[in-house]
């Protein structure tokens, strides 16, 4: 997905800094950049995967059945009107939610 390769430009792109100081100063400093990088990949990942099942909806009338679109990202749940994303570390609820830490809460 073209969307999906931007992203992942982007995130190279803002981690060159970090890669090139990172023999300067604090080591744990480094860790807390490379931290912040992927934590914004995968927000931006989440925001492009919800984009994608509001698309869905708007076709269908539902969230049941939508995919993500974005290889990182899964459907944990999508029903009638609401659905949960979520990646290796973080989730997002819907509609109308933001990307969190941890993963879908189960009951809902």
């Given at each position: 997905?073209?969307?999906?390769?931007?992203?992942?430009?982007?995130?190279?792109?803002?981690?060159?800094?970090?890669?090139?100081?990172?023999?300067?100063?604090?080591?744990?400093?480094?860790?807390?950049?490379?931290?912040?990088?992927?934590?914004?990949?995968?927000?931006?990942?989440?925001?492009?995967?919800?984009?994608?099942?509001?698309?869905?909806?708007?076709?269908?009338g539902t969230?049941?059945?939508?995919?993500?679109?974005?290889?990182?990202?899964?459907?944990?749940?999508?029903?009638?009107?609401?659905?949960?994303?979520?990646?290796?570390?973080?989730?997002?609820?819907?509609?109308?939610?933001t990307p969190?830490?941890?993963?879908?809460?189960?009951?809902?």
């Amino acid at each position: 997905m073209c969307c999906e390769s931007v992203l992942r430009l982007l995130a190279l792109l803002a981690l060159a800094p970090v890669v090139v100081l990172a023999g300067c100063g604090d080591s744990g400093g480094v860790a807390r950049e490379v931290g912040a990088v992927v934590g914004m990949v995968e927000r931006a990942e989440l925001t492009a995967a919800a984009a994608n099942l509001q698309q869905w909806y708007q076709a269908h009338g539902t969230y049941a059945g939508a995919d993500a679109g974005v290889s990182e990202v899964t459907v944990v749940r999508a029903d009638t009107e609401t659905w949960c994303l979520q990646t290796a570390t973080a989730h997002e609820a819907g509609p109308d939610g933001t990307p969190a830490a941890g993963p879908c809460d189960q009951r809902k």
